[in-house]
């Protein structure tokens, strides 16, 4: 590791001791509400993680700031959350930093549902509530293992795209009640994200890796082990500009096999615009990777959820999937969009270029991957994900305050208590 890195890395360390420190004396009170005046809504999202893991959030963000009848608040429990959610939302942030604050609030606000968008390990202490139905929704449609948690039990609701995801949790999870499921679509693949490319004549390559997850398990980027080489091959096709769109946290990504390969895709493409500076490749880290999506004519990535998007919104533009540990069998069987991809490992990577080449020209799963698309996303169209999603968290929150009324016992509060 540079000493630029361990000394970023131990300044996240030092903030986010402090953070705990100040939270932990009080320093840092509830912000957005009081308990004389809480505002109140039907649903809240809960959100417990720092601003390094807020692109799980706000990918869900315009979906309820288009609804016209069910109001939602955000509540996150860290201050740099919500300091850095200031003016990126219309939906009211209200910070919780304790439990006890937390508490407070629910008893207050009349929530009606709780819904999460990954599993932070304080989402264990909002599931305490009682009286909302507790939701979640995760970040993302993905082949990924951290997709089926164990954690899945603790709600009482997880909304999932189609069947795939069904069959996902029933593989990999013991004991676990298969009714919690409920099939929503991918509402954000709804939205109208426009394609930030330019016109191009031919063909537009995108490579979008993932980072590489919390532990080993969890890693399924190729960046470490094919990057350098798949910008390389793809480089040396005519008529093709290629686009390097990685995972939000690679660039800061504190492995170092992972940060070496991103710094040679950035040499290696400036370098080919260099020597041509109309062939138009780009690095684009900040983009939204759905609206590149929208104009890329064959993707390159990993088993994450940008696979899956490409297959939902650009089903006629060939995949090809890259598998790290070259088992083959295995990622048939974890991750069935493979079966309608071309498949990158330690076994096809020396004939990359010419793989490109072909694919380019002669593409034989059009139709797998559209048979893919339904499995993964239950059929539906544009506009479908978003209606499902809604009509399903009306039924869910009418059957939990159904079910509320035959409790013998509920959380009791004194009145005016702070």
């Not at 968008?117 to 909302?132: I, M, R």
């Not at 997850?213 to 793809?234: C, F, K, R």
């Not at 544009?382 to 009306?394: A, I, K, L, V």
Request: glycine fraction near 4%; hydrophobic fraction near 40%; proline fraction near 5%.
């Amino acid at each position: 590791m540079s000493e630029e890195s361990a000394f970023m890395l131990q300044t996240k360390r030092v903030s986010r001791s402090l953070s705990r420190r100040l939270r932990d004396f009080g320093a840092v009170q509830p912000q957005g509400f009081d308990l004389g005046n809480v505002p109140t809504s039907d649903i809240a999202i809960h959100f417990a993680d720092g601003p390094p893991k807020l692109y799980q959030l706000t990918q869900w963000l315009p979906i309820f700031e288009a609804s016209t009848t069910e109001r939602t608040i955000v509540v996150v429990r860290q201050i740099e959350t919500f300091q850095a959610l200031q003016g990126a939302t219309s939906l009211p942030i209200l910070l919780a930093p304790t439990y006890e604050d937390l508490m407070a609030l629910y008893d207050r606000a009349d929530f009606h549902a709780v819904m999460y968008v990954n599993n932070g390990f304080t989402n264990f202490q909002s599931l305490a509530f009682q009286q909302a139905v507790h939701i979640h929704l995760n970040h993302g449609e993905s082949d990924k293992i951290c997709m089926v948690s164990n954690q899945a039990k603790a709600y009482d609701k997880v909304f999932v795209a189609g069947p795939a995801a069904v069959r996902r949790h029933a593989a990999a999870i013991t004991w676990f009640d298969i009714t919690h499921l409920a099939r929503v679509g991918r509402p954000q693949l709804d939205l109208p994200v426009p394609n930030p490319l330019t016109e191009f004549a031919g063909t537009t390559i995108t490579y979008a890796p993932t980072w590489e997850g919390e532990d080993d398990a969890n890693n399924y980027t190729s960046l470490d082990v094919y990057g350098p080489s798949i910008i390389s091959a793809a480089l040396t096709l005519t008529n093709c500009r290629v686009i390097y769109k990685p995972h939000p946290r690679v660039a800061d990504s504190n492995n170092a096999a992972v940060k070496a390969s991103h710094r040679k895709i950035l040499t290696l493409l400036n370098s080919a615009n260099s020597h041509d500076p109309n062939a138009g490749h780009r690095v684009m880290l900040d983009a939204n990777v759905l609206g590149i999506i929208r104009g890329t004519d064959l993707l390159i990535a990993d088993v994450s959820s940008v696979t899956l998007d490409h297959l939902y919104l650009r089903p006629q533009a060939p995949i090809v999937l890259c598998d790290r540990r070259t088992n083959r069998a295995q990622l048939l069987s974890d991750a069935p969009v493979a079966a309608g991809a071309h498949i990158l490992d330690q076994d096809t990577i020396a004939t990359l270029a010419s793989d490109l080449a072909y694919i380019i020209a002669n593409d034989q799963q059009e139709a797998a991957r559209g048979a893919l698309r339904d499995f993964y996303f239950d059929g539906l169209e544009p506009g479908q994900s978003t209606e499902r999603f809604w009509q399903q968290t009306r039924f869910e929150i009418s059957e939990h305050d159904r079910a509320l009324q035959e409790l013998s016992r509920v959380r009791q509060i004194s009145e005016g208590e702070a």
